[in-house]
């Protein structure tokens, strides 16, 4: 239709959509799907690395990894805020993810088994997540590639603290270098999938990205993760878990291994480590909340009918 | 000195604890705003533990740093009241608790910073306060919310009161360290501090709707001195985990 | 020989932490005979764990023995199967996981005894062996009884039969380790026990109006070479208090 | 009345009393009120030192604590049962014990702080405890003394294990022989309280005496416990927190200071720094057991249906 090539004009000018403006539905769906994912994943995300708070081994380390749990928390409020402007509230998103209708990143259904997978967290796990996020940046949707430039930025900073943590443990007594080597061991594929499935084997692509919903594929990222961060593996005198790792000159890329992507499909059935527990956890908080949400609630409105009856009062 | 040593241990101990089951909240509260709410505190509290053990350890001179008191330290050795270790209990508890102890820590560092006669403590205390006076804000408003919101959370509320109240004399209840550090002008008479915290405390839960129990009931005592609740050990079992495994590792 | 020590560990950690998480009921059972057996039980694993890390620490032969062995090692040196580790749950969870488990223990156990090529390791199963069987009789019965008791119970036996079943299948994966201990007569073809595991849980599910997943599904694995669940951190922090916090005092 | 008169001498010429036998009603009320407390305490008696049962320092001690705990559960057993021949329930026992109604020992409300307090319940709550019960196995009421009979031997036995601790924590470290002074300091005035208030203080004393109920004045027993306690602290080498204490040459016995009664009625009012846990926990038990034991119940309702209706097809 013309409204639907006026709209793809807008978007290859390169010009932010608005809230207000007009927008395809299958646009409009396909963001408040990924938005949503993005969201849920924030806050899915705030599991494994809080079930190291109480435990930090330093009132710093402490401190560093509350704030940065309380950044996630913040960013799920951006995003939640993002795809409010696209007629989806909070709550239904969250109802959604409550049963299971959406997703959050599956990377999240992996545990934390040692201090060092904070280390891994932050430099793997954040690190993949900027290089997805960082284009997203130029995203055709205006709310959405503001949160993001807020996100990124922060992220950015997580991502060095992170590497900071992997430095201590490498550089530390022996145990701990133990523990540095065996996160990267278990986080190092899993980051990899969070790059998404093959180009090939996605379905949704081509659309996405003349929307620019989406702006690189899979496999670039997922190639351009692996260039940097394995000399950072390298300086940090870590291992990487893959034997077929190799420097290609031609194509001025490492050559690696593709994750188990039936492990992949297993984790996104449900079948992953921690699925389970991290929605159970998550449906806990908001059914334990229950009362603490209506009790605010409740309060607002008696003290809308005091102001009404006061204002009534004062005419 | 040694009294001072200890009566530091106490407001870093109050911190650490109180900052400890703060967040545990961490990915779990029952909204995004108030999740975040609860970090933020959590890290004030982590904030001033770090001052307060640290002026402690430098003063002991013995080369115990904030992290060495904080980390290896037994039950025993902690300061805290008993108040701030018992367990989080729902959100009810823990606003309450954080209510309860804000309306009477923002009294004594408000006291500490423009009275203390040691600069260093009227410093710290000059810093925190405003983290303070932030959370007794909030607290208070959401006990005020909660307790004239629905019967449900004025029926919890209500609840969490009358399981902490008897925890809040240990506060006031002054001991020889107190009366030393009240008398070389460091700290307050606590006795004193009383009257105010009754006031406050008054006024919010009569906005609240909420019923305040008797002040002169049964009073909980211990934490002070190295007496504290069975929480305490399960606590600390927990929290220095990796620097009691790994010895001397640098983290 | 590493391989033996790895093996004899898993024994050792399966019943040090299945007794871990049974003791936890102590006092506070549903009803008194429950709590005295289920304290028993724990009694049991305790007694098994002194002997399998007992030989284990023997056969390193780095002067580490059952209680170094117990309390000083950290979680990635945990050898047991993830099932054991899980949090206590209801007795919906602990009932059903005893029977699991203890189907596959009695089973492992028996073929040790009388086919055991190390006459250190038939003598140790010979004696657990017996206390096992008691164990399995426990929980196969209160398995049928609350499966076909009430709608809750059912429910509850079900949906605890479907958290659990997933992290039975490690127990008959073999990894490199078993099948050394099993080509040196050691221990069992576990893929062999796997058959007679399935008839008898398959029979004790049905008496109990249970129905059984399929046993070919997802299988979460791990354990056995030290990769666990987020929950042996917290057990271990616990378990291993004193003695981290007191190096070398002895109790 | 000639009954009652008949029923005095029995007593006094040491016959035992049986369930069957009549027996005056303040006999029976007082029987039962006397068991059910003491049943009662030995299960919350199992909270506080079940509290370090996942905490112990080496599998032996766990082994001797599991043991030591299930012990108490199997004298709450032997006692319900004994109180059970009195025609009241061991559900209607709780029930009283649940809703307040019905008390335990005091001592129970105090906390176990450390390792050493494992010792030290083991050393003096258990030691007060089989003063008072010793001369229980010479009640009236035969199933009331048959049980003491079997609780004694294994109490002792508790209390010598108790004693091997303290003697560990006195003779060790530096800071072990700290926690067990602390310990000792702790628990020395509560375990004088576990013989009750001063016989002149004492209400029902002078009857429950003629009924043979109760042997020994409050304060005959807690004299004793001091003389045999006291020398057994100085072989560990600790001191007993009672700057009065001294022997006493003319009575040959310590004199010794008061316990503060009037924190014996806080806690006994439910002040005590942990009634309120104490009965918190034992409640949560008994409601979250509740599908547990109507499972069973249910169970049973079934397969009596079951064999009865094989019978009858069998006819």
């Known amino acids: ?315 | 000195r040694p009294a001072f040593f200890e009566w530091l241990c106490r407001l870093g101990d109050n911190a650490l604890i109180l900052g400890h089951r703060t967040s545990e909240w961490c990915g779990h509260g029952p909204v995004l705003e108030e999740d975040i709410a609860l970090a933020n505190t959590a890290l004030d509290l982590i904030g001033h533990t770090q001052m307060w053990l640290g002026l402690a350890g430098e003063l002991e001179g013995e080369g115990r740093d904030a992290d060495t008191l904080a980390y290896l330290r037994d039950a025993m050795k902690f300061r805290n009241i008993l108040l701030v270790e018992l367990p989080k209990g729902d959100m009810a508890v823990t606003m309450m608790r954080e209510f309860l102890f804000d309306a009477y820590h923002h009294l004594l560092l408000t006291w500490l910073s423009s009275n203390s006669s040691s600069p260093r403590v009227a410093e710290i205390a000059a810093k925190a306060v405003k983290e303070v006076s932030y959370h007794l804000d909030r607290a208070s408003d959401i006990v005020v919310r909660l307790g004239d919101g629905t019967a449900e959370s004025h029926r919890r509320m209500q609840d969490a009161l009358e399981l902490l109240w008897p925890y809040t004399g240990e506060m006031f209840k002054a001991d020889e360290v107190d009366e030393r550090l009240s008398d070389a002008g460091v700290a307050p008479d606590l006795a004193q501090l009383r009257g105010a915290w009754e006031t406050k405390v008054r006024d919010i839960l009569e906005e609240a709707t909420l019923t305040m129990p008797d002040p002169a009931g049964y009073a909980h005592l211990g934490g002070k001195q190295g007496r504290h609740t069975e929480h305490l050990g399960f606590i600390l079992a927990e929290m220095q985990f990796l620097q009691r495994a790994y010895p001397g590792a640098s983290w």
Not at chain 1, 218 to 239: C, H, I, M, S, W
Not at chain 1, 279 to 300: I, P
Not at chain 1, 302 to 308: H, I, S
């Open chain 1, 1 to 315: 239709s013309p409204q639907e090539q006026a709209f793809q004009d807008r978007v290859d000018k390169g010009e932010k959509i608005e809230p207000k403006d007009w927008m395809p539905e299958g646009y409009r769906k396909t963001l408040v799907r990924q938005i949503g994912q993005h969201a849920h994943s924030e806050i899915v995300g705030q599991l494994p690395e809080g079930n190291w708070i109480t435990r930090a081994p330093t009132l710093e380390r402490k401190a560093i990894l509350l704030a940065k749990v309380q950044d996630e928390a913040g960013h799920g409020l951006y995003l939640y805020s993002a795809a409010e402007t696209l007629g989806v509230s909070r709550d239904e998103l969250l109802d959604k993810l409550h049963s299971g209708k959406m997703k959050y990143s599956s990377i999240f259904n992996y545990p934390t088994l040692n201090w060092a997978d904070i280390g891994a967290v932050g430099w793997l796990v954040d690190g993949a997540a900027i290089m997805n996020q960082v284009p997203l940046q130029r995203t055709s949707y205006g709310p959405y590639s503001r949160a993001m430039i807020r996100i990124c930025k922060e992220e950015s900073f997580h991502q060095r603290q992170g590497y900071a943590i992997m430095m201590k443990m490498a550089q530390g007594t022996p145990d701990q270098k133990n523990m540095a080597q065996d996160a990267l061991n278990r986080f190092w594929f899993p980051s990899l999938m969070m790059f998404g499935p093959s180009d090939k084997d996605s379905v949704h692509s081509a659309q996405s990205m003349a929307w620019k919903i989406k702006i690189n594929t899979n496999d670039e990222l997922r190639q351009k993760f692996v260039n940097e961060t394995v000399p950072q593996a390298k300086y940090l005198g870590l291992t990487v878990p893959d034997e077929k790792l190799e420097w290609n000159e031609e194509k001025q890329g490492y050559d690696f291994s593709e994750p188990d992507w039936s492990e992949f499909f297993e984790v996104i059935k449900g079948n992953g480590p921690c699925n389970r527990e991290r929605m159970d956890a998550r449906v806990k908080a908001w059914e334990d909340g229950e009362w603490f949400r209506d009790g605010l609630n409740a309060y607002a409105d008696k003290a809308a009918d005091r102001r009404k009856a006061a204002s009534v009062a004062a005419e």
